[in-house]
């Protein structure tokens, strides 16, 4: 039965390698692992009985591709061959989506390579499950040992729904990937059919996309300088007032008052009150030119800032 985890974006797939005992399911399960690349499968775990060794791992290839995008992860099992260890068969069978039948080429083997096949299709009985219908990819193992029936012979004799067969020496590798892919690729088809998933066949690194051309940014139009304004210094003026003498009794009050517009020339007015308040008519003029000026220049200082 197939399961789903989304958390790890995984979808899980069982594969149950099934036959007589010391046909080569076991010597399947140990080449694939040991060639698989590593961190691709799980820890390869036997139970061991007296005549024989149920193993299961997990495998998770790097080439059959995506479903719906999640990665493909195969469980593969094997089951004990002989008959009497029939409840461990069954038990391994639950839940199964595929089936390999390992069959022992072997002349002499033919009883118990028919005796396994209708055990199989009996136990899958017992789970609702038509042999028929169930993907099922047969293996001719052991086509190196010398009375070895040809394909054809073990076709007749197995081969009863038309099944994908492939001949096998485990031992060797040779047929072991072959018979594991068509397998993966069947189960993989007959899911898209029954859930309307895409099997996406990727490569082991996705593409690197192009990056994006940024265009370049606008160029900043560059700004004249702007010339600071050039401040004309004014004029340094500096009053300076005598001391005044005391008043005449006969001319009346007489001030003194000294002009300072350079350091080397002084003016000086001197005369009664109508002359006084002259010079200070224009004491007044010339502090508030001062003024003036003064003003003008600050207004400038600060339109700098």
């Known amino acids: 039965m197939v399961t789903i985890n989304i958390a790890k974006r995984e979808i899980s797939v069982k594969l149950v390698y099934y036959g ?33 060794r149920t193993l299961f791992f997990d495998y998770m290839p790097l080439r059959l591709g995506k479903i719906g995008g999640l990665t493909t992860k195969f469980q593969l099992y094997t089951v004990p061959g002989q008959a009497y260890y029939n409840a461990t068969r ?12 390992v069959a022992d ?11 396994s096949f209708k055990n199989l299709a009996k136990n899958l009985e017992e789970y609702g499950m038509n042999i028929a219908e169930m993907p099922l990819v047969l293996q001719w193992n052991k086509r190196d ?18 099944s994908p067969c492939f001949p096998a020496v485990a031992v060797t590798g ?14 993989l088809n007959k899911l898209h059919d029954q859930e309307g ?10 593409p690197v996309r192009p990056p994006v051309p940024v265009p370049p940014p606008a ?15 004014a004029p340094s003026i500096s009053p300076t007032i005598s ?15 000294a002009f300072k517009t350079e350091p080397s020339e002084a003016i000086s007015i001197s005369g009664d009150a109508a002359q006084s308040r002259r010079a200070s008519g224009q004491y007044l003029l010339a502090f508030l030119s001062v003024l003036a000026v003064t003003s003008l220049a600050f207004a400038k200082l600060g339109g700098l800032f």
């Open 243 to 257: 001391k005044t003498s005391p008043p005449s009794p006969s001319l009346g009050p007489r001030v003194k008052t």
């Open 219 to 233: 160029p900043v139009p560059s700004l004249a300088p702007v010339a600071a304004p050039t401040l004309t210094p």
């Open 174 to 187: 040779e047929g072991v990937f072959q018979t594991l892919k068509e397998l993966a690729k069947i189960v």
């Open 20 to 52: 007589p005992g010391l046909s080569g399911k076991t010597t399947n399960l140990e080449f694939i692992h040991k060639k698989a690349p590593s961190g691709k499968t799980g820890e390869l775990t036997t139970i061991a009985t007296e005549s024989d």
């Open 197 to 206: 998933m895409t099997p996406i066949t990727a490569p082991e690194s996705s």
């Open 90 to 101: 069954r038990l391994v069978l639950q839940g199964a989506d595929g089936v390999v039948f």
């Open 105 to 115: 080429s072997q002349r002499d083997k033919v009883a118990e390579n028919l005796e």
């Open 145 to 162: 040992l010398p009375q070895a029936l040809s394909p054809d012979e073990l076709s007749l004799l197995l081969n009863k729904y038309n």
